[in-house]
């Protein structure tokens, strides 16, 4: 059974960059498409974007050109990188897996980023 | 984009009452809805694919139905542990997105 566990820093000062690792144990990475999702405190699901093993990416426009995604197929993860953070990025964030315009079938327990000096 | 609109926004029930959610998509989506469930500190999983499909071992209560642009998520026979946030999310385009939400308080 596929399990993902996201891991950062969980404090990020505003302008800076937040960075994710999302480890892939159970299963291959060169399956699925691993998405990022973000949940503000309190309030609902906003997806930022996607990654194949390929190392092929399709972002959420609403973060414009802040977003960056890798993929590691030698360590099984795949990492997020979100520039310029502001307070408005504060949230929880989860890596899923997904296939092709699929439903995420597989969530990771999420780490909270907080933005804050 | 495609906007979801989830009803109720918020809604208490009782134990062993039906219950209906219900997501409007601001377009047609086919069958690429999708619904999770939220409990409180805890990840979403998905209870339904494809409007319909019951995800691997997903209680029978649990059920899905529609096309297009109005689906339902529909809980038979309501269990104490049912107390959480639904969401829809559509899968027919991207960016995906998500429907803002249904919190069952029981």
């Known amino acids: 059974q596929v399990q993902l566990q996201e891991s950062g820093p969980g404090l990020v000062k505003p302008s800076e960059t937040l960075s994710l690792t999302c480890t892939v144990s159970?299963?291959?990475?060169?399956?699925?498409?691993w998405s990022w999702i973000r949940q503000p405190p309190g309030k609902g699901l906003e997806w930022i974007g996607y990654i194949h093993y390929s190392g092929s990416t399709n972002n959420n426009d609403s973060l414009q050109s802040r977003v960056t995604m890798s993929v590691d197929t030698s360590m099984n993860h795949f990492s997020l990188k979100l520039s310029s953070v502001t307070a408005a990025d504060t949230a929880m964030y989860y890596c899923?897996?997904?296939?092709?315009?699929?439903?995420?079938?597989?969530w990771g327990q999420g780490t909270m980023v907080t933005v804050s000096s | 984009e495609i906007v979801l609109t989830q009803s109720p926004d918020f809604q208490s029930v009782t134990p062993k009452e039906k219950v209906t959610i219900t997501c409007r998509a601001s377009q047609s989506i086919g069958n690429n809805l999708h619904w999770y469930q939220q409990k409180p500190d805890q990840s979403p999983k998905l209870l339904i694919k494809?409007?319909?499909q019951s995800f691997s071992g997903v209680p029978s209560r649990f059920s899905g139905s529609g096309s297009g642009t109005d689906f339902t998520l529909t809980i038979n026979s309501l269990e104490p542990e049912d107390a959480a946030t639904y969401y829809c999310?559509?899968?027919?385009?991207?960016?995906?997105?998500f429907g803002q939400g249904t919190k069952l308080e029981i």
């Open positions: 159970g299963g291959s990475i060169r399956s699925y498409y």
């Open positions: 999310h559509q899968s027919s385009s991207l960016p995906y997105t």
């Open positions: 899923a897996n997904s296939g092709w315009y699929d439903a995420f079938a597989i």
């Open positions: 494809y409007a319909s």
